[in-house]
C-alpha cells in the first residue's frame, strides 16, 4: 500500500479540524460601533483559542508530514495507527477551546494534557513500527534522522505527563510548560524541517 | 478514466465525515469546576458515538482505499457506484448518533442497520463490477484478494441484516453482532492491510 | 500552469458541498419510540433535498471531471472560470433545499432555475475556451467529444430556462423538467462515463 | 521536502473556508410566497459577503498557486510562513462578513485591513525567502517574474494600509481602494495567470 492516500486524507482532516474554531466566530450584532469594539473585545479567548489550536495542529501536521517523507509504504497496523491518530488530532480544537476558557482549573488541564500525551504516543508508535528493522521507511534514511523523531516524540508525551502532574499544584506552571514544550517544537521545526535523504531524491526527480 | 479523482473526492468525503461529530461537541459554559466535570460526563454519548463513527467509518474508508488500490481505471457505472457509495457514507455518523442515543429502540437499529446493508452491497457491487471478466482491476491482481473482498462485503451485508431482524426481539444482541462484525474488521484490515501485486508494484517505482 | 491544483481545490469544494445538508441533519431529541419514528418520518424534505443535491452535484462533478480529464493545462483565464464555476456550485445545497421545501411557489423554482443556468453556462465557457483552437486541450482528443460536451451543457441550460419560464404556469412541469434532465445526465454519465483518447493514454502509462 | 502536502493542506484549507459563508445560509421558515420573496431579499448582505469572499480568496488562492508552481522545494521556515499565512487565510470570511455589515465604520475597515496586509505581507516573505539566491526555486524562473510577484504583494500590503489610514477619514474611500486592488488582481491573474518556464516544463512532461 503506498501512503499518498494517508497524506491526503490527512490533509483533509487537519484542514477541517485547523478551521474548526473558525466555525464558532460570528460576526456580533450590534447597533453602534463602541458597541461592535467591545463585543468583539470580548471575544479574545476565542481568537486566542484559534491562534493556540493552529500553532498546535501546525507542529502536529508538521512531525506527521516529517514522518511520512520517509515512510515508503503503509500495512495495515500503520494505517489504523494512522487512523486512531486522527481522532485524536480531532479533539485539539475542543480541548484547546476548554483550556482557553477554564484554565484555572485542573479538569481543563488533564484533559487537555491526555490529549496531548496520546497524540504524542500514537506518533511514537508509528515512528518506531515504521523504522523497526527498516519495515515500512527509506532504506537510504539515516537511523540519527529517526532517533531524533522519537525522542521528540517521547519528550512531547513527557512533558504532558508532568504538565498533568503539576496542574494539581498549580495550573500557571502547567500552562507554562505546555508553552515552552509547543514553541521548542515550533523553533525545530522551523531550523530542521526535512530529511536530508528523502530532500535530495525529491531535488532529482524534480530536476531530472 | 484515471481513479486518481475517484480518490481525492472520497478523502475529502470521509475527512469531513469522520470530523462531522466533533462538529456537535462545544465547551461547557459552566460557573465552578464541579459542574465542568459533571457536563463533560454528561457528554459521554457525544464522545462514544464519534468514536464508533470513526472506528466504523476507519473500516469502511481501509476496505475502499484496498478495492481502489487493485482498479486500474474507472468508467460511467463504477464512477456512480462511488457516489451512490459516499451518499451512504456521509449518513453514518447521522444513524451512529441515533443509534448511540436509543439503542434500546428497534427503530434505531433498524436504521443503523440500512445504513450498513447499504454501504456494504455498495462496496459489493464495486468490487464485482471491477472484476468481472479483468474490466477495471489490475491484470497482476491475484482471483483469491478479489474472492477475498467480496466475501468480507457480503459477509458485512448479512451480518447486518440479522442484526435488524435480532432487534425485534432484543436490540442488545443486534448492538452484540454490530460490535462483533466491526470488530472483526478491523483485526482483518490490521492484519493484512494490502494486496501483494500492487504493493510489490509500488515498491519498485519508489526504488527504481 | 498544470490543473492539479484546480482538481484538488474542486475536489475539497465539492466534498464539503456535498455533505453540506448532512451538516443539517441532527437526531430529533425524543421520550418514546413512536415519536422517534414520527420525528425522523417528518425530516423527510431534509433526506430528499440531502439526495437529490448529491445526485446534482454528482452529476456536476463527473462533466467537470470528465472535461478537466482533456484539458492538458490551465491558464488565468480558465482558472477564474473555475473559480466562478465553483462559487455556483456552492449554492445548489441551498437551492435545492429552497426548491424541496417550496416546490409551490415560483420564487423557489426561478432561484433554482438561475442556480443550474449559471452552472452550465460556465461549463459550456470552460468547454468552449479550453477546446477553441486546441488552447488547453490534449492534441489528440476528437472534435466530436468536445461538440458532446458543449451540446449537453448547452441542453442544460435551455432545459433550465424552459422550466424557469413554466414555472409561472406551473411549477409541476418545471420540477419534471428538472428531474428528467438530470436522470438523463445521470444515464449518460453512467453509459459514456470516459473520453477514448486520455483513458487508452492512462492505460498505457499504469501498464508501461 | 516536497511542497505537495502543503499544496493539499492548502487546497483543503481554502476549499472549507471559500464555503464558510455559505454554511450560514439557511433556508427561511416562512407561510406565503411573498414573505419567502422578502426574507430572502433581506439576506443581500450574506450573499454579498459571500460573492466577495469567494472573489478575494480566488485571488489570493490564484497568487499562492502562482507562487508554489515556481517553488521546488520546501523547508522548515516556508513551511511556517505557509501555516500562517492560512491561519490568516481562515479569517477572510470572518472579516468580510465584519465589512459587508458595518461598511461605515471604521473600526470594521481597520480589522479587514490588518488581516489583508497580513495575508500580503506573508505572501510577500514567502516569495522572498524561496527566491532569495534561489533558495527553494526553480532554477530556470526568470527573476523578471519574481519581481513581479513581490511588486503585486507588496502594492497590496500597501494599499491596504493606505485604506486603513483613510478609513479615519471616510470610509467610502477605503472600500473604493480595496474595490479597485481587488480588480485590478483579478485583471492580473486572468490575463497572466502563469509562468513560462514551469508552463513549458508541464507541457513537456504531459506530452513526453
Not at 60 to 70: A, G
Request: aromatic share 14%; proline share 1%; net charge neutral.
Amino acid at each position: 500500500m503506498r501512503t499518498n492516500r494517508i497524506e491526503t486524507l490527512c490533509d483533509g482532516i487537519f484542514a477541517i479540524v485547523m478551521t474548526l474554531l473558525v466555525l464558532n466566530l460570528s460576526v456580533p450584532v450590534v447597533t453602534d460601533e463602541a458597541e461592535l469594539f467591545n463585543k468583539l473585545l470580548a471575544m479574545w479567548p476565542k481568537f486566542l483559542a484559534y491562534v493556540i489550536s493552529f500553532v498546535v495542529l501546525g507542529v502536529i501536521w508538521s512531525f506527521h508530514h516529517r514522518l511520512l517523507d520517509v515512510v515508503r509504504k503503509s500495512d495495515g497496523w500503520f494505517l489504523w495507527m494512522n487512523i486512531c491518530f486522527f481522532m485524536v488530532v480531532a479533539f485539539v480544537p475542543f480541548t484547546t477551546e476548554l483550556i482557553s476558557e477554564y484554565r484555572h482549573w485542573s479538569a481543563a488541564i488533564v484533559i487537555y494534557g491526555i490529549n496531548s500525551v496520546a497524540g504524542f504516543v500514537l506518533l511514537y508508535c508509528q515512528c518506531w513500527y515504521a523504522s523497526a528493522g527498516g519495515r515500512l521507511v527509506e532504506k537510504c534514511i539515516e537511523a540519527k534522522s529517526i532517533r531524533e523523531l522519537k525522542a521528540i516524540f517521547a519528550g512531547g508525551a513527557l512533558a504532558s505527563i508532568v504538565a498533568i502532574a503539576f496542574s494539581f499544584v498549580n495550573t500557571n506552571i502547567s500552562i507554562f510548560i505546555f508553552a515552552v514544550v509547543y514553541a521548542a517544537f515550533v523553533v525545530f521545526v522551523v531550523m530542521r524541517g526535512t530529511f536530508n535523504a528523502r530532500d535530495a531524491q525529491a531535488d532529482t526527480k524534480q530536476d531530472g
